[in-house]
Protein backbone atom coordinates (compact mmCIF):
# COMPACT_ATOMS: atom_id res chain seq x y z
CA UNK A 1 0.00 0.00 0.00
CA UNK A 2 3.19 2.09 1.14
CA UNK A 3 5.06 1.96 -1.95
CA UNK A 4 2.31 2.23 -4.28
CA UNK A 5 0.78 5.60 -2.51
CA UNK A 6 4.65 6.29 -2.86
CA UNK A 7 4.58 6.00 -6.64
CA UNK A 8 1.62 7.50 -7.53
CA UNK A 9 2.62 10.72 -5.77
CA UNK A 10 5.85 10.48 -7.65
CA UNK A 11 4.04 10.25 -10.94
CA UNK A 12 2.36 13.64 -10.04
CA UNK A 13 3.32 16.95 -11.04
CA UNK A 14 4.57 19.17 -8.54
CA UNK A 15 4.63 22.46 -7.97
CA UNK A 16 7.89 23.12 -5.73
CA UNK A 17 9.07 25.98 -7.27
CA UNK A 18 5.99 28.09 -6.62
CA UNK A 19 5.46 27.70 -2.80
CA UNK A 20 5.10 30.56 -1.04
CA UNK A 21 7.31 31.38 2.19
CA UNK A 22 6.49 28.37 5.18
CA UNK A 23 4.55 30.07 7.37
CA UNK A 24 2.35 32.24 4.62
CA UNK A 25 2.12 28.20 2.87
CA UNK A 26 1.08 26.74 6.28
CA UNK A 27 -1.15 29.38 7.95
CA UNK A 28 -3.32 29.72 4.63
CA UNK A 29 -3.66 26.39 4.08
CA UNK A 30 -4.03 25.87 7.72
CA UNK A 31 -7.16 28.08 6.86
CA UNK A 32 -7.98 26.65 4.32
CA UNK A 33 -8.38 23.27 5.86
CA UNK A 34 -10.40 24.83 9.09
CA UNK A 35 -13.08 26.47 6.68
CA UNK A 36 -13.26 22.97 5.08
CA UNK A 37 -14.09 21.99 8.62
CA UNK A 38 -16.64 24.48 8.96
CA UNK A 39 -18.30 23.26 5.80
CA UNK A 40 -18.74 19.88 7.09
CA UNK A 41 -19.92 20.31 10.24
CA UNK A 42 -22.66 22.61 8.56
CA UNK A 43 -23.17 19.81 6.26
CA UNK A 44 -23.78 17.62 9.91
CA UNK A 45 -25.95 20.20 11.20
CA UNK A 46 -28.52 20.10 8.36
CA UNK A 47 -28.50 16.34 7.28
CA UNK A 48 -32.07 14.95 7.24
CA UNK A 49 -30.98 11.60 8.88
CA UNK A 50 -29.45 10.80 12.14
CA UNK A 51 -27.80 7.94 9.88
CA UNK A 52 -26.04 10.86 7.62
CA UNK A 53 -25.19 12.81 11.01
CA UNK A 54 -23.26 9.80 12.33
CA UNK A 55 -21.68 9.53 9.12
CA UNK A 56 -20.24 13.22 8.54
CA UNK A 57 -19.56 13.86 11.51
CA UNK A 58 -16.49 10.83 11.37
CA UNK A 59 -15.36 13.25 8.52
CA UNK A 60 -15.69 16.18 10.67
CA UNK A 61 -13.71 15.07 12.99
CA UNK A 62 -11.09 14.25 10.67
CA UNK A 63 -11.28 17.22 8.63
CA UNK A 64 -10.52 19.14 12.02
CA UNK A 65 -7.66 16.76 12.76
CA UNK A 66 -6.06 17.59 9.28
CA UNK A 67 -6.48 21.62 10.23
CA UNK A 68 -4.73 20.80 14.15
CA UNK A 69 -1.94 18.68 11.85
CA UNK A 70 -1.47 22.27 10.33
CA UNK A 71 -1.49 24.57 13.30
CA UNK A 72 0.77 21.95 15.32
CA UNK A 73 3.40 22.48 12.54
CA UNK A 74 3.24 26.33 12.85
CA UNK A 75 3.43 26.09 16.37
CA UNK A 76 6.66 24.01 16.61
CA UNK A 77 8.27 26.72 14.46
CA UNK A 78 7.09 28.97 17.36
CA UNK A 79 4.16 30.51 15.18
CA UNK A 80 0.94 31.37 16.52
CA UNK A 81 -1.17 29.63 14.33
CA UNK A 82 -4.23 32.52 14.68
CA UNK A 83 -1.69 35.13 13.38
CA UNK A 84 -0.22 33.06 10.41
CA UNK A 85 -3.78 32.55 9.54
CA UNK A 86 -5.32 36.10 9.88
CA UNK A 87 -3.99 37.35 6.71
CA UNK A 88 -5.74 35.34 4.02
CA UNK A 89 -9.00 34.90 6.54
CA UNK A 90 -10.91 37.83 4.02
CA UNK A 91 -10.33 35.65 0.76
CA UNK A 92 -11.00 32.60 2.48
CA UNK A 93 -14.26 33.50 4.20
CA UNK A 94 -15.11 34.63 0.68
CA UNK A 95 -14.33 31.37 -0.80
CA UNK A 96 -16.54 29.52 1.55
CA UNK A 97 -19.93 32.20 1.20
CA UNK A 98 -19.62 31.94 -2.79
CA UNK A 99 -19.61 28.06 -2.27
CA UNK A 100 -22.10 27.57 0.63
CA UNK A 101 -24.58 26.01 -1.37
CA UNK A 102 -28.47 26.73 -0.93
CA UNK A 103 -29.21 22.91 0.28
CA UNK A 104 -28.31 19.89 1.66
CA UNK A 105 -27.07 17.74 -0.93
CA UNK A 106 -25.21 20.78 -2.61
CA UNK A 107 -23.34 21.83 0.37
CA UNK A 108 -22.44 18.10 0.87
CA UNK A 109 -21.04 18.57 -3.01
CA UNK A 110 -19.43 21.38 -1.78
CA UNK A 111 -17.26 19.29 0.66
CA UNK A 112 -16.92 16.30 -1.63
CA UNK A 113 -15.46 18.24 -4.19
CA UNK A 114 -13.34 21.39 -2.90
CA UNK A 115 -11.98 19.50 -0.08
CA UNK A 116 -10.78 16.82 -2.52
CA UNK A 117 -9.19 19.70 -4.94
CA UNK A 118 -7.70 21.56 -2.74
CA UNK A 119 -6.16 18.66 -0.17
CA UNK A 120 -4.44 17.41 -3.89
CA UNK A 121 -3.17 21.01 -4.55
CA UNK A 122 -2.04 21.98 -1.33
CA UNK A 123 -0.04 18.52 -0.96
CA UNK A 124 2.00 19.05 -4.64
CA UNK A 125 2.67 22.52 -3.13
CA UNK A 126 3.99 21.23 0.08
CA UNK A 127 6.85 20.10 -1.75
CA UNK A 128 8.57 22.77 -2.29
CA UNK A 129 9.16 23.79 1.85
CA UNK A 130 12.34 23.57 3.13
CA UNK A 131 13.50 20.33 4.68
CA UNK A 132 11.24 17.61 6.40
CA UNK A 133 8.18 20.17 6.55
CA UNK A 134 8.02 19.13 2.88
CA UNK A 135 7.05 15.64 3.79
CA UNK A 136 4.89 16.39 7.24
CA UNK A 137 2.98 18.80 5.45
CA UNK A 138 2.02 16.47 2.88
CA UNK A 139 1.69 13.98 4.80
CA UNK A 140 -1.22 15.72 7.35
CA UNK A 141 -2.37 17.23 3.35
CA UNK A 142 -2.64 13.39 2.25
CA UNK A 143 -4.58 12.21 5.51
CA UNK A 144 -8.01 10.72 4.82
CA UNK A 145 -10.56 12.66 5.90
CA UNK A 146 -13.66 10.54 4.45
CA UNK A 147 -14.11 11.22 1.33
CA UNK A 148 -15.23 7.97 -0.16
CA UNK A 149 -17.81 8.13 2.44
CA UNK A 150 -19.09 11.92 1.19
CA UNK A 151 -18.78 9.88 -2.53
CA UNK A 152 -21.43 7.33 -1.39
CA UNK A 153 -23.82 9.70 0.51
CA UNK A 154 -23.66 11.82 -2.83
CA UNK A 155 -24.27 9.18 -5.05
CA UNK A 156 -26.98 7.80 -2.95
CA UNK A 157 -28.75 11.56 -2.72
CA UNK A 158 -28.90 11.48 -6.77
CA UNK A 159 -30.13 7.56 -6.90
CA UNK A 160 -33.12 8.56 -4.89
CA UNK A 161 -33.64 11.89 -6.90
CA UNK A 162 -32.09 11.60 -10.11
CA UNK A 163 -33.56 15.19 -10.77
CA UNK A 164 -31.09 16.24 -9.06
CA UNK A 165 -28.36 15.04 -11.17
CA UNK A 166 -28.02 17.75 -13.36
CA UNK A 167 -28.24 20.50 -10.94
CA UNK A 168 -25.36 18.90 -8.39
CA UNK A 169 -23.29 18.88 -12.03
CA UNK A 170 -24.20 22.15 -12.71
CA UNK A 171 -23.01 23.23 -8.96
CA UNK A 172 -19.85 20.98 -9.44
CA UNK A 173 -18.50 22.98 -12.60
CA UNK A 174 -19.24 26.16 -10.59
CA UNK A 175 -17.84 25.12 -7.48
CA UNK A 176 -14.09 23.88 -9.49
CA UNK A 177 -14.01 27.46 -11.10
CA UNK A 178 -13.80 28.91 -7.47
CA UNK A 179 -11.60 26.34 -6.08
CA UNK A 180 -9.14 27.08 -8.83
CA UNK A 181 -9.26 30.81 -7.71
CA UNK A 182 -8.58 30.42 -4.23
CA UNK A 183 -5.96 27.37 -5.24
CA UNK A 184 -3.95 29.82 -7.09
CA UNK A 185 -4.14 32.76 -4.63
CA UNK A 186 -1.88 30.37 -2.52
CA UNK A 187 0.68 30.29 -4.78
CA UNK A 188 4.15 32.26 -4.01
CA UNK A 189 4.41 35.74 -6.45
CA UNK A 190 6.15 35.35 -9.11
CA UNK A 191 7.94 38.21 -11.33
CA UNK A 192 7.73 36.34 -14.08
CA UNK A 193 3.93 35.60 -14.73
CA UNK A 194 4.20 34.13 -18.35
CA UNK A 195 6.37 31.43 -16.69
CA UNK A 196 4.39 30.74 -13.98
CA UNK A 197 1.63 29.84 -15.95
CA UNK A 198 3.57 27.61 -18.10
CA UNK A 199 4.44 25.53 -14.83
CA UNK A 200 0.96 25.57 -13.38
CA UNK A 201 -1.33 24.89 -16.21
CA UNK A 202 0.20 21.12 -15.98
CA UNK A 203 -0.87 20.65 -12.48
CA UNK A 204 -4.70 22.54 -13.35
CA UNK A 205 -4.95 19.65 -15.87
CA UNK A 206 -4.02 17.32 -13.37
CA UNK A 207 -6.33 18.34 -10.73
CA UNK A 208 -9.20 18.83 -13.34
CA UNK A 209 -8.91 15.27 -14.24
CA UNK A 210 -9.16 14.21 -10.65
CA UNK A 211 -12.11 16.20 -10.56
CA UNK A 212 -13.54 14.48 -13.13
CA UNK A 213 -13.06 11.18 -12.17
CA UNK A 214 -15.01 12.21 -8.58
CA UNK A 215 -18.08 13.47 -10.30
CA UNK A 216 -17.75 10.32 -12.58
CA UNK A 217 -18.42 8.20 -9.61
CA UNK A 218 -21.25 9.99 -9.00
CA UNK A 219 -22.36 9.72 -12.52
CA UNK A 220 -22.27 13.25 -12.90
CA UNK A 221 -20.61 15.00 -16.21
CA UNK A 222 -17.62 17.04 -14.93
CA UNK B 1 -5.65 13.82 41.93
CA UNK B 2 -8.18 10.65 40.85
CA UNK B 3 -8.76 10.20 44.38
CA UNK B 4 -9.85 13.45 44.71
CA UNK B 5 -12.25 13.30 41.64
CA UNK B 6 -13.42 10.12 43.30
CA UNK B 7 -14.61 11.87 46.34
CA UNK B 8 -15.77 15.12 44.19
CA UNK B 9 -18.24 12.34 42.92
CA UNK B 10 -19.10 10.69 45.86
CA UNK B 11 -20.34 13.41 47.32
CA UNK B 12 -22.40 14.28 44.61
CA UNK B 13 -26.29 13.35 44.75
CA UNK B 14 -26.49 10.88 42.36
CA UNK B 15 -29.72 9.81 40.09
CA UNK B 16 -29.03 6.67 39.63
CA UNK B 17 -32.70 5.06 40.32
CA UNK B 18 -34.14 7.07 37.20
CA UNK B 19 -31.65 6.10 34.56
CA UNK B 20 -33.83 4.55 31.34
CA UNK B 21 -32.43 1.66 30.00
CA UNK B 22 -29.28 2.09 28.62
CA UNK B 23 -29.46 2.32 24.97
CA UNK B 24 -31.81 4.77 25.54
CA UNK B 25 -29.35 6.76 27.80
CA UNK B 26 -26.77 6.25 25.69
CA UNK B 27 -28.78 7.14 22.66
CA UNK B 28 -29.91 10.45 23.72
CA UNK B 29 -26.66 11.57 25.62
CA UNK B 30 -24.87 11.14 22.32
CA UNK B 31 -27.52 12.71 20.35
CA UNK B 32 -27.04 15.70 22.56
CA UNK B 33 -23.35 15.59 22.68
CA UNK B 34 -23.79 15.87 19.08
CA UNK B 35 -25.50 19.06 18.99
CA UNK B 36 -23.38 20.64 21.61
CA UNK B 37 -20.75 20.06 19.23
CA UNK B 38 -22.92 21.45 16.26
CA UNK B 39 -23.42 24.71 18.25
CA UNK B 40 -19.57 24.55 19.58
CA UNK B 41 -18.66 24.77 15.69
CA UNK B 42 -20.96 27.31 14.69
CA UNK B 43 -19.74 29.32 17.30
CA UNK B 44 -16.42 28.62 15.39
CA UNK B 45 -17.96 29.74 12.29
CA UNK B 46 -19.26 33.14 13.02
CA UNK B 47 -16.27 33.35 15.65
CA UNK B 48 -15.00 37.37 15.06
CA UNK B 49 -11.43 36.93 14.89
CA UNK B 50 -9.23 33.93 13.79
CA UNK B 51 -7.75 33.56 17.60
CA UNK B 52 -10.87 33.08 18.53
CA UNK B 53 -12.01 30.57 15.63
CA UNK B 54 -8.82 28.80 16.75
CA UNK B 55 -9.46 28.26 20.19
CA UNK B 56 -13.05 27.07 19.83
CA UNK B 57 -12.13 24.64 17.53
CA UNK B 58 -9.78 23.12 20.31
CA UNK B 59 -13.43 22.84 22.29
CA UNK B 60 -15.12 21.51 19.40
CA UNK B 61 -12.49 18.69 18.61
CA UNK B 62 -13.21 17.90 22.53
CA UNK B 63 -17.06 18.11 22.45
CA UNK B 64 -17.18 15.73 18.99
CA UNK B 65 -14.36 13.20 20.63
CA UNK B 66 -17.35 12.96 23.35
CA UNK B 67 -19.98 12.37 21.12
CA UNK B 68 -17.94 9.54 19.77
CA UNK B 69 -17.12 8.02 23.02
CA UNK B 70 -20.75 7.50 23.58
CA UNK B 71 -21.16 6.49 20.58
CA UNK B 72 -18.33 3.59 21.08
CA UNK B 73 -20.45 2.30 23.88
CA UNK B 74 -22.92 1.70 21.81
CA UNK B 75 -21.37 0.23 18.95
CA UNK B 76 -19.75 -2.23 21.86
CA UNK B 77 -23.37 -3.40 22.52
CA UNK B 78 -23.90 -4.08 18.69
CA UNK B 79 -26.29 -1.20 18.77
CA UNK B 80 -26.24 1.25 15.90
CA UNK B 81 -25.33 5.11 17.00
CA UNK B 82 -28.03 6.20 14.65
CA UNK B 83 -31.05 4.07 15.43
CA UNK B 84 -29.97 4.57 18.77
CA UNK B 85 -30.50 8.44 18.47
CA UNK B 86 -33.15 8.78 16.12
CA UNK B 87 -36.00 9.01 18.33
CA UNK B 88 -34.55 11.97 20.41
CA UNK B 89 -33.86 13.57 17.35
CA UNK B 90 -37.07 15.59 17.43
CA UNK B 91 -36.93 16.83 21.14
CA UNK B 92 -32.85 17.51 20.69
CA UNK B 93 -33.33 19.30 17.52
CA UNK B 94 -35.66 21.91 18.51
CA UNK B 95 -33.87 22.41 21.87
CA UNK B 96 -30.98 23.46 19.61
CA UNK B 97 -33.28 26.01 17.83
CA UNK B 98 -34.28 27.44 21.05
CA UNK B 99 -30.93 28.02 22.47
CA UNK B 100 -29.05 28.87 18.87
CA UNK B 101 -28.50 32.68 20.26
CA UNK B 102 -28.92 35.86 18.21
CA UNK B 103 -25.25 36.74 18.14
CA UNK B 104 -22.22 35.58 18.79
CA UNK B 105 -21.96 35.97 22.34
CA UNK B 106 -25.19 34.35 22.82
CA UNK B 107 -24.49 31.62 20.83
CA UNK B 108 -20.61 31.27 22.82
CA UNK B 109 -23.11 31.43 26.32
CA UNK B 110 -24.87 28.63 24.93
CA UNK B 111 -22.12 26.33 24.61
CA UNK B 112 -20.64 27.33 27.78
CA UNK B 113 -24.42 27.11 30.03
CA UNK B 114 -25.97 23.81 28.16
CA UNK B 115 -22.74 22.35 27.75
CA UNK B 116 -21.97 22.35 31.34
CA UNK B 117 -25.29 21.55 32.89
CA UNK B 118 -25.90 18.99 30.79
CA UNK B 119 -22.86 16.85 31.27
CA UNK B 120 -23.05 17.60 35.00
CA UNK B 121 -26.45 15.88 34.54
CA UNK B 122 -26.04 13.31 32.20
CA UNK B 123 -22.81 11.93 33.94
CA UNK B 124 -24.91 12.18 37.29
CA UNK B 125 -27.55 9.70 35.43
CA UNK B 126 -24.89 7.79 34.17
CA UNK B 127 -24.32 6.59 37.86
CA UNK B 128 -27.92 3.84 37.18
CA UNK B 129 -26.04 1.98 33.79
CA UNK B 130 -25.66 -1.48 34.66
CA UNK B 131 -22.15 -3.07 35.04
CA UNK B 132 -18.78 -1.01 33.96
CA UNK B 133 -21.21 0.63 31.39
CA UNK B 134 -22.10 3.61 34.67
CA UNK B 135 -18.15 4.08 35.10
CA UNK B 136 -17.20 4.13 31.28
CA UNK B 137 -19.95 6.75 30.47
CA UNK B 138 -19.75 8.93 33.47
CA UNK B 139 -16.03 8.97 32.25
CA UNK B 140 -17.01 10.02 28.27
CA UNK B 141 -19.40 12.30 29.95
CA UNK B 142 -17.03 14.17 32.38
CA UNK B 143 -13.82 14.66 29.97
CA UNK B 144 -12.76 18.03 29.68
CA UNK B 145 -14.03 19.80 26.63
CA UNK B 146 -12.44 23.06 27.14
CA UNK B 147 -14.88 24.67 29.34
CA UNK B 148 -12.33 27.23 31.10
CA UNK B 149 -11.64 28.70 27.48
CA UNK B 150 -15.32 29.93 26.90
CA UNK B 151 -15.28 31.28 29.95
CA UNK B 152 -12.72 33.59 29.57
CA UNK B 153 -13.84 34.04 26.05
CA UNK B 154 -17.20 35.46 27.66
CA UNK B 155 -15.12 36.99 30.50
CA UNK B 156 -12.71 39.14 27.78
CA UNK B 157 -16.14 39.41 25.53
CA UNK B 158 -18.00 41.12 28.47
CA UNK B 159 -14.86 43.63 29.87
CA UNK B 160 -14.27 44.54 26.50
CA UNK B 161 -18.50 45.46 25.80
CA UNK B 162 -19.77 45.44 29.37
CA UNK B 163 -23.36 46.65 28.11
CA UNK B 164 -23.66 43.25 27.05
CA UNK B 165 -23.47 41.99 30.69
CA UNK B 166 -27.21 42.58 31.17
CA UNK B 167 -28.50 40.92 27.82
CA UNK B 168 -25.93 37.78 28.75
CA UNK B 169 -27.26 37.35 32.03
CA UNK B 170 -30.87 37.62 30.62
CA UNK B 171 -30.14 35.16 28.39
CA UNK B 172 -28.51 33.20 30.36
CA UNK B 173 -31.50 32.76 32.57
CA UNK B 174 -33.58 31.92 29.73
CA UNK B 175 -30.77 28.73 28.67
CA UNK B 176 -31.15 27.12 32.48
CA UNK B 177 -34.78 27.14 31.69
CA UNK B 178 -34.47 25.76 28.29
CA UNK B 179 -31.67 23.10 29.63
CA UNK B 180 -33.22 21.61 32.33
CA UNK B 181 -36.58 20.60 30.52
CA UNK B 182 -34.71 18.77 27.90
CA UNK B 183 -32.59 17.35 30.76
CA UNK B 184 -35.95 16.15 32.81
CA UNK B 185 -36.40 14.48 29.32
CA UNK B 186 -34.05 11.86 29.98
CA UNK B 187 -35.28 10.68 33.11
CA UNK B 188 -36.80 7.26 33.11
CA UNK B 189 -40.57 7.51 32.78
CA UNK B 190 -42.16 6.50 36.24
CA UNK B 191 -45.08 5.44 37.62
CA UNK B 192 -44.64 7.28 40.51
CA UNK B 193 -44.34 11.22 39.33
CA UNK B 194 -44.17 12.69 43.08
CA UNK B 195 -41.84 10.28 44.03
CA UNK B 196 -40.07 11.33 40.90
CA UNK B 197 -39.98 14.88 41.88
CA UNK B 198 -38.42 14.34 45.36
CA UNK B 199 -35.62 12.14 44.21
CA UNK B 200 -35.11 15.13 41.17
CA UNK B 201 -35.35 18.29 43.40
CA UNK B 202 -32.24 17.95 45.23
CA UNK B 203 -30.11 17.05 42.05
CA UNK B 204 -31.49 20.04 40.30
CA UNK B 205 -30.74 22.54 43.41
CA UNK B 206 -27.01 21.13 43.21
CA UNK B 207 -26.69 21.50 39.34
CA UNK B 208 -28.46 25.25 39.35
CA UNK B 209 -26.00 25.70 42.14
CA UNK B 210 -23.09 24.89 39.72
CA UNK B 211 -25.10 27.17 37.18
CA UNK B 212 -24.44 30.10 39.19
CA UNK B 213 -20.87 29.28 39.86
CA UNK B 214 -20.38 29.39 36.33
CA UNK B 215 -22.06 32.34 36.00
CA UNK B 216 -20.19 34.49 39.08
CA UNK B 217 -17.18 33.40 36.86
CA UNK B 218 -17.93 35.69 33.96
CA UNK B 219 -19.13 38.47 36.79
CA UNK B 220 -23.19 37.74 35.84
CA UNK B 221 -25.84 36.79 38.36
CA UNK B 222 -27.61 34.00 37.68
Known sequence: ??????EASARKVELGDLTPPPDEFLGRAAYLE?????DLSRVVSIAPTTDAKERLSRSASLALAKHHALTALLERRGVDPAEAMSPFAPAIDDFQRRTLGSNWPESLMTCYVTAGFLDDFLARLAAGLPGDLADRARQALESDTGQERLAEMLAAQIAANPRTASRLALWGRRLVGDTMLVARQALAASVDRSRTEERIEPVMTDL???????????????
Chains 1, 2 share one sequence.
Open 1 to 6: MRSRSA
Open 208 to 222: ISAHSRRMDKLGLTA
Open 34 to 38: LALFE
